[in-house]
C-alpha cells in the first residue's frame, strides 16, 4: 500500500501539460476496434483504467498497440467482429470501461464474463444492465447487479425508445454502442444532458447522431442502426478532471499562478471551472480551439480568496467526479458552499459525501450531508488544520483530494492506499512536485 503527505507548500508556478482524457480515451479504444480501417490515437491516457479497457478489447478480438512516438494504433475490426473471450474480460477499476463494453459486447452474437477489483464488484450495473435486457440481451449479475457479471448479446439487438430516470453518460453510451448493430432508431432520453463525449466521437467516426432539447427540457439522443464506423484519428485533450487538482491546488495555495496547457471545455464537463469562478476563482482561458470534435483551451489559474456559493443541481452532471475536489475548495472559502444533487456520489467508486464528509470534519472543517447534498463551511482565512490520515479506499479521487488539502493546512495530511490514483492520473504526484507541490512517500 502506498502513502503518501502532502506539507504546507509554498506558491505553485509553472505550465503543465497534462494527461489526457480519461472519458475520451476508453472511447477512442472501444470505437477505432468497432471501426474499419485504422485509428491513431494522441494523448491517449495511460492510466490503468484505460489499459484495463485496452486489455479487454484484445480479448475480444481487438488489435492495439503503442508506437514508439506514443500514438496508439487502433486496427478496427467492424461491428459484430467481437471474438467470444476465453477468460472473463477483467476490468480493474473501471467503471466506464465494463459499462461502456456491456454496451458493445450486447450488440454482438457472444457471451462475456466481467470481473473488477473489489471497488468495481460492489459498484451497482443495473441501470445499465436493464435497457440492455429491453434490447434483448441476457444478463446475469451477483445478487442482479454486481460483477462478475455474464452478458450474452444479439448480434442484431432490438432498437428501443429508453427513458433514462439519470443523466448518466455511462447508461447512454451503453444503450447507443448496442444500438450500433439493431434495426431502427435507438433513442435515448435524458432527464438532463450528460457528457456527451459518445456521440460527439459517433459523429467524428462517421455515424448520425441526433440530439434535441423536448418541450419539457428533456434531451433526446436518436441513432440509426446497421451502420458503418468510419476509422478516423483523434486527438484526446488533457483531461479536465485532472486538471480540477491543479486548478484548486494553485487557488489555495498562497502565490500561486498556474498555466494548465490543452485542457478540454466541453461544457457539458466544465462545471467545476464555471463554480470556481463564481467563487471568485481568479481564472482565464487563453489559445482556445477545437481539436478532434472536442473544444480545448489553456488555462491560467491564480492564488485567490473564495467565498462560497450554492451549486445548482442542474450542473451536477457536468462536474460529477469533481464535487471531492471542489469540497476541498470551499473547505477554503469564507461561509457555504452547498452542493445539491449530489446523490450519485454515493454509489461511485466509494460512497464519496461519506469520505469527504469524515475527512474534512477530522481535518477541522464544518461539514453536513443529506442523502442527495452536502454543505462545506469555510473559514475563509486560510486556516484548516488538517493533520489528520486518511484511507482513499481505493478510490483515485479521495486521495488526490486529501492531498491537495495538505498543500495549504496547518498541519501534514497523509493518504493510506495511494496507488490507486494510478488508476486516471498517474503523473499526479511528479506534475504536483513539478509545479512546487510538497507530497512525499511517508
Known amino acids: 500500500m502506498l502513502t503518501l503527505q502532502a506539507r504546507k507548500s509554498k506558491s505553485l508556478s509553472g505550465s503543465l ?44 478480438g481487438g488489435q492495439i498497440s503503442r508506437e514508439e512516438d506514443g500514438t496508439w494504433r487502433v486496427d478496427g475490426i467492424g461491428l459484430n467482429a467481437f471474438a467470444e473471450p476465453a477468460e472473463p474480460l477483467d ?6 470501461g465494463a459499462r461502456l463494453l456491456m454496451g458493445a459486447v450486447a450488440g454482438s452474437g457472444i ?25 434483448g440481451a441476457t444478463c446475469t449479475a451477483r445478487d442482479g447487479t454486481y460483477l462478475p457479471l455474464t452478458m450474452s448479446g444479439l448480434a442484431s439487438p432490438m432498437a428501443i425508445d429508453y427513458a433514462s430516470p439519470h443523466a448518466s453518460a455511462q447508461v447512454k453510451s451503453a444503450i447507443l454502442l448496442a444500438g450500433l448493430t439493431a434495426r431502427g432508431q435507438t433513442r435515448v ?87 470556481l469562478m463564481e467563487m471568485g476563482g481568479d481564472i482565464s482561458l487563453t489559445n482556445t480551439r477545437v481539436e478532434g470534435g472536442e473544444t480545448v483551451a ?37 461561509g457555504e458552499t452547498v452542493m445539491q444533487g449530489v446523490g450519485e456520489l454515493r454509489v461511485k467508486e466509494t460512497d464519496r459525501i461519506a469520505l469527504m464528509e469524515d475527512g474534512l470534519k477530522r481535518a477541522g472543517v464544518e461539514v453536513s450531508s443529506t442523502p442527495d447534498s452536502m454543505t462545506v463551511t469555510g473559514r475563509g482565512d486560510g486556516t484548516v488544520n488538517g493533520g489528520v490520515t486518511v484511507d482513499a479506499n481505493h478510490d483515485h479521487r479521495i486521495a488526490m483530494s486529501f492531498l491537495v488539502l495538505g498543500l495549504a493546512s496547518a498541519d501534514t495530511m497523509t493518504v493510506k492506499g495511494a496507488e490507486t490514483i494510478a488508476t486516471s492520473f498517474p503523473d499526479f504526484t511528479p506534475l504536483m512536485r513539478q509545479a512546487g507541490a510538497t507530497i512525499d512517500e511517508a
Open 17 to 60: 501539460t497534462l494527461p489526457g482524457d480519461k472519458s475520451i480515451s476508453h472511447r477512442s479504444l472501444i470505437l477505432g476496434t468497432l471501426a474499419r480501417g485504422t485509428t491513431r490515437v494522441k494523448g491517449l491516457l495511460e492510466g490503468a483504467d484505460v489499459m484495463s479497457t485496452a486489455s479487454a478489447l484484445r480479448q475480444l
Open 91 to 96: 476490468l480493474g477499476n473501471s467503471g466506464t
Open 111 to 135: 457471451t462475456a464474463i466481467f470481473t473488477g477489483d473489489a471497488s468495481l464488484s460492489v459498484r451497482p450495473m443495473a441501470r445499465v444492465t436493464n435497457p440492455l435486457v429491453e434490447m
Open 189 to 275: 432520453i435524458e432527464p438532463a444532458a450528460s457528457r456527451d463525449h459518445t456521440e460527439t466521437m459517433l459523429r467524428h467516426f462517421g455515424v448520425p447522431v441526433e440530439s434535441e432539447t423536448l418541450d419539457d427540457g428533456r434531451l433526446s439522443i436518436t441513432l440509426n442502426g446497421e451502420v458503418d464506423l468510419n476509422a478516423a484519428d483523434i486527438v484526446v485533450p488533457s483531461d479536465p478532471s485532472s486538471a480540477a487538482f491543479l486548478a484548486v491546488a494553485a487557488l489555495i495555495t498562497e502565490g500561486s499562478s498556474l498555466t494548465l496547457k490543452g485542457i478540454g471545455t466541453n461544457p457539458l464537463r466544465f462545471g467545476l471551472f464555471e463554480t
Open 298 to 334: 489553456d488555462i491560467d489559474i491564480r492564488h485567490s480568496a473564495l467565498k462560497g456559493v450554492s451549486v445548482p443541481a442542474s450542473r451536477a452532471a457536468s462536474m460529477i467526479d469533481e464535487y471531492p475536489i471542489l469540497s476541498v475548495a470551499a473547505a477554503f472559502a469564507e
